[in-house]
Nanobody
Framework: QVQPVESGGGLVQAGGSLRVSCAAS????????MGWFRQAPGKEREGVAC????????YYAHSVKGRFTITRDNANNTVYLQMDSLKPEDTARYYC??????????????????WGQGTQVTVSS
C-alpha cells in the first residue's frame, strides 16, 4: 500500500474555489474508502468528505455540505475534492486518506489506514 499524495492546495480569496487532488495506488482505491480530512492550528483533525469503495456513497461534514464535492476516478487512481464558496474558516491543512471500509461511510480519523502528507489551503477574507 503506497501512501496517498496530495496536490493542488494554495491561497484563495473567500468565495473562491479550489480543487485538491490525491494520487493513490490502484490497490488502495480497490480496497479502501477514500477521504479528505483537515486540521487547523489548535484544532483536532476532522473528516471533511469521504466516498465509499462499494457504491460511491458519500459523507460530508455539516460545515461543508453543499459547498464541497468528493469524487474518485479509479481509472486514473485519483480522488478529488472540489471546494466552492470557500470561507476563511476552511483554512487548514488538508489530508487525503485511505479509510477502512466498514460497509457504510465512516469518515473518522480513527479508521484511517494510511495518511498523505497533506496540502495547505488558506482562504483569505
Amino acid at each position: 500500500q503506497v501512501q496517498p499524495v496530495e496536490s493542488g492546495g494554495g491561497l484563495v480569496q473567500a468565495g473562491g474555489s479550489l480543487r485538491v487532488s490525491c494520487a493513490a495506488s490502484a490497490f488502495t482505491l480497490d480496497h479502501f474508502d477514500m477521504g479528505w480530512f483537515r486540521q487547523a492550528p489548535g484544532k483536532e483533525r476532522e473528516g471533511v468528505a469521504c466516498i465509499s469503495i462499494s457504491d460511491g456513497s458519500t459523507y460530508y461534514a455539516h460545515s461543508v455540505k453543499g459547498r464541497f464535492t468528493i469524487t474518485r476516478d479509479n481509472a486514473n487512481n485519483t480522488v478529488y475534492l472540489q471546494m466552492d464558496s470557500l470561507k476563511p474558516e476552511d483554512t487548514a491543512r488538508y489530508y487525503c486518506a485511505a479509510v477502512r471500509a466498514t460497509g457504510y461511510v465512516f469518515c473518522d480519523p480513527t479508521v484511517v489506514a494510511s495518511w498523505g502528507q497533506g496540502t495547505q489551503v488558506t482562504v483569505s477574507s
